[in-house]
T-cell receptor
Framework: DTAVSQTPKYLVTQMGNDKSIKCEQNLGHDTMYWYKQDSKKFLKIMFSYNNKELIINETVPNRFSPKSPDKAHLNLHINSLELGDSAVYFC???????????FGQGTRLTVV | QKEVEQNSGPLSVPEGAIASLNCTYSDRGSQSFFWYRQYSGKSPELIMFIYSNGDKEDGRFTAQLNKASQYVSLLIRDSQPSDSATYLCAVSPSGTYKYIFGTGTRLKVLA
């Protein structure tokens, strides 16, 4: 059983399209995250949800909208995709903020 | 100044040697410190965490923390070619629900 699973693994789409990435965790964790890893491998937090409540929203364009229907799921919807959105997006989960986070396998988004 | 700084490497060590990876952080309020390993094309994997000053050992890995110097390190004893990966340092300021990552150090263990 995969602890943190996200779909799809690869996503190739044209500029201007809208796309969603889904994430689910079966670890019973109370906190979920979206990270973006750029071509230089820098891993930057985008959003953090604790018990379905948004608690961190970094300086991310409002074209990115996260949604957490329950503690085990955190989805990311992206409107009007741009070339600069191309990156690997990782979902992660943790129990609180002091025990480390566990990552999904990543979604490689390519905008053409 | 970046919040979490690491030397990008690559750090090359011969098989069987000790690899020493270093990380400095800027937020003195940070309480929790983590090391992740990321193989090329894969997701980060948590390998160690440390909260208190001093050393913490887990198998071939030792994490060292010095809060006064705002410094965290990871030692890998008896390095193996399978340890070749990028090692990410992460810091969590208390109560922020946020993990701040460094840019990672690429380690190459030469057979």
């Amino acid at each position: 059983d995969t602890a943190v699973s996200q779909t799809p693994k690869y996503l190739v789409t044209q500029m201007g399209n809208d796309k969603s990435i889904k994430c689910e965790q079966n670890l019973g964790h109370d906190t979920m995250y979206w990270y973006k890893q750029d071509s230089k491998k820098f891993l930057k937090i985008m959003f953090s949800y604790n018990n379905k409540e948004l608690i961190i929203n970094e300086t991310v364009p409002n074209r990115f909208s996260p949604k957490s229907p329950d503690k085990a799921h955190l989805n990311l919807h992206i409107n009007s995709l741009e070339l600069g959105d191309s990156a690997v997006y990782f979902c992660a989960s943790s129990q609180g903020d002091a025990q480390g986070s566990f990552f999904g396998q990543g979604t490689r988004l390519t905008v053409v | 100044q970046k919040e979490v700084e690491q030397n990008s490497g690559p750090l090359s060590v011969p098989e069987g040697a000790i690899a020493s990876l270093n990380c400095t952080y800027s937020d003195r309020g940070s309480q929790s410190f983590f090391w992740y390993r990321q193989y090329s094309g894969k997701s980060p994997e948590l390998i160690m965490f440390i909260y208190s000053n001093g050393d913490k050992e887990d198998g071939r890995f030792t994490a060292q923390l010095n809060k006064a110097s705002q410094y965290v390190s990871l030692l890998i004893r008896d390095s193996q070619p399978s340890d070749s990966a990028t090692y990410l340092c992460a810091v969590s300021p208390s109560g922020t629900y946020k993990y701040i990552f460094g840019t990672g150090t690429r380690l190459k263990v030469l057979a």
